[in-house]
């Protein structure tokens, strides 16, 4: 089958790959660039474990095509420590006992990580808002809204 | 978190030094980062994409299969039917002797529900295994089918299962499970008031957030390596060892690392046909259901009904309870006819009720197949149960809660299968849980203990 060529950056680095026309972003960051931290829940757009941020906007990979992000900036959550220390986020998901089965966390992530760019100091509404595309089975939503509630907290102190 | 310290006083040491502080979880750090390898995050070169032909029909004879437009199909490797597998007719819970083995892995001659497994298709990519499943062309003579476990269980009705005989699990106690304690009729006779109601609830997907699935990889000394997501690690190499006659150490199995499964990935599925897959094509192989399949095709909670007849007193003590249950397996066992065992010993509640007459059925149907979620075989009976105990207190017109602890179960009291009551504690929970939810009850309940009686 025919194969077309895609580049971008991904979490800063620049990737280039020949992919099958027609195939997710999901997978050809999962299967081609070897980036395994979005999931595959449901491949159909509904589950939000797919979540990465394409040029400062939260997307589902599941339901985007690779060739469409020729020259976009794509992050994941992968990409969201720097050199070791953890993220904000990454950090107050581990102290509010915001992870369960973990496989709706990266998602989470990603979806969190952009409210806060847009929205450093979020209500309680503005985060359930924003993590209402993201289904969580475990259902351990209200860990996961302070989660976000104390990243944003702490980024602030830190500003001041 | 508040301990309270004043229960059990006597026989509890206060050496806690974990319960109330707060600890790390060693799988978080790998959760947030996005490391934590989940079963499809294995990926291999040369990996192969199985998908599955499953039944349209609820009950239906197979007079042919054919695979040869399918084995046309570019990117096609391999096809497999019931005559690939070595031990095709297993059941998951013949590790604890609970025969007989009746499901098959590939269907064979029959399909008993819809989206039964018939034909697995392997090939080079997951769209090509997809159009060429399509193609597998099988030959049903449809049959009729059975849905309601009342219609299942009436003479003339459509046998369901043929390795069992009949549309009910044959317990060693006969065709259902019994508990008999005291004399419940005597009990009814005596009783002010006698209610009988019946319960019904349907199958509940559990919906993981991922999909039941596995990789297989053949390593290079005749072993295979199965990445999977299961709930139940031994009991799938085990199965799988039977189901492809293989001893176990051919069997390396990596998991643990679930994303989501409440019970619903403890049946063996995937696993023993990726193996077969990947000794027949000596590649490694993916089989990971769609979110459909998820939805469709694994296990849910079985449904259940639950018909529960007592005799209570105008002070408030039950005095006998009759309960039938009937536990829907679907087509196949799993775990279900230990969930069925599992109510017969739980219907009468943490009450203690001096005649008890208890029946449990695991019934089989042309539904798909249930089996393990979250208390099953308890947590519907439970629905039920107190559903029940709230209309037996409205219809002597005695407050719900103290009708509970007139009726609970104390240190010493016989239970009705025979199991003395120790280390009770419902008491002690219902004084509570009447402090946190502002319902009083009369003091003398506020200072019973679940300790002795006589308070």
């Known amino acids: ?160 | 978190m508040e301990l309270r310290k004043n229960y059990f006083a006597d026989v509890r040491k206060d050496d806690l030094h974990e319960i109330g502080q707060p600890r790390a979880r060693s799988d978080s750090p790998g959760h947030v980062t996005g490391k934590t390898a989940f079963f499809a995050d294995r990926n291999f070169p040369g990996m192969l994409h199985l998908k599955m032909v499953r039944s349209p029909h609820h009950h239906a004879r197979i007079r042919s299969i054919d695979t040869s437009e399918a084995e046309k199909h570019p990117g096609v490797v391999k096809i497999l039917t019931a005559r690939d597998v070595p031990h095709n007719v297993y059941t998951i819970l013949i590790l604890i002797q609970i025969g007989p083995e009746d499901e098959t892995v590939l269907a064979d001659g029959k399909v008993r529900w819809k989206g039964e497994a018939v034909v697995a298709v392997l090939a080079e990519t997951e769209r090509a295994a997809q159009e060429a499943a399509a193609k597998v062309k099988i030959d049903y003579e449809v049959l009729p089918a059975v849905f309601d476990m009342e219609e299942a269980l009436k003479p003339g009705a459509p046998l369901v299962n043929e390795y069992h005989g009949q549309n009910y699990y044959l317990y060693d106690s006969g065709e259902c499970r019994k508990v008999r304690f005291g004399d419940v009729e005597a009990g009814f006779a005596g009783a002010d008031y006698v209610l009988e109601q019946s319960y019904q609830s349907s199958p509940i997907e559990h919906a993981p957030t991922e999909t039941t699935g596995c990789v297989v990889a053949p390593e290079g000394n005749d072993r295979f390596t199965c990445y999977t997501n299961t709930q139940a690690m031994f009991f799938t190499l085990d199965n799988a060892s039977i189901i492809l006659q293989m001893p176990g150490n051919k069997l390396h199995f990596v998991g643990g690392t679930v994303g989501g499964g409440f019970g619903g990935k403890v049946d063996v599925i995937v696993e023993p046909i990726a193996i077969l897959g990947a000794k027949l094509t000596g590649r490694p192989v993916s089989f990971i259901y769609s979110r459909e399949e998820e939805m469709q095709i694994s296990s849910p909670r079985a449904a259940e009904k639950v018909v529960i007849k007592d005799g209570v007193m105008k002070d408030g003590r039950i005095v006998a309870r009759k309960v039938t249950g009937y536990t829907d397996a679907g087509a196949y066992s799993r775990h279900s006819p230990y969930g069925a065992q599992k109510g017969a010993g739980h219907y009468p509640g943490p009450y203690t009720i001096p005649n008890v007459w208890i029946d449990t059925y695991c019934v089989y149907t042309n539904r798909t197949p249930s089996s393990a979620m979250r208390g099953f075989g308890v947590t519907i009976g439970d629905f039920a149960l107190e559903v029940q105990m709230d209309k037996l207190a409205r219809l002597i017109g005695m407050d719900p809660l103290e009708f509970r602890f007139i009726n609970a179960y104390r240190d010493g009291d016989m239970k009705a299968h025979r199991q003395p009551t120790e280390g009770a504690a419902l008491i002690e929970c219902m004084q509570e849980a009447s402090r946190a939810a502002n319902w009083p009850v009369a003091e003398k309940y506020m200072t019973m203990s679940s300790y002795a009686k006589g308070a």
């Open chain 1, 1 to 160: 089958m025919a194969k077309v060529p895609v580049q971008f950056t991904l979490n800063g680095s620049e990737k280039a790959e020949f992919i099958e026309s027609g195939t997710t972003l999901l997978n050809a960051l999962r299967d081609k660039i070897g980036d395994t931290s979005p999931k595959g829940g449901c491949h159909q757009g509904t589950c939000g474990a797919c979540s990465v941020i394409i040029d400062g906007e939260l997307r589902l990979s599941c339901l985007t095509l690779a060739e469409t992000c020729n020259g976009a900036a794509i992050s994941t959550t992968s990409g969201l420590s720097e050199g070791g220390v953890l993220h904000p986020l990454q950090r107050a998901f581990l102290d509010t006992f915001a992870t369960q089965c973990g496989f709706c966390t990266p998602g989470m992530i990603m979806a969190a990580r952009v409210l806060l760019d847009h929205t450093p100091n979020p209500s309680r509404e503005e985060v359930v808002e924003a993590l209402s595309g993201n289904i969580c089975r475990c259902t351990g939503y209200e860990p996961i809204i302070q989660a976000v509630l104390l990243a944003a907290r702490s980024n602030s102190q830190n500003a001041a």
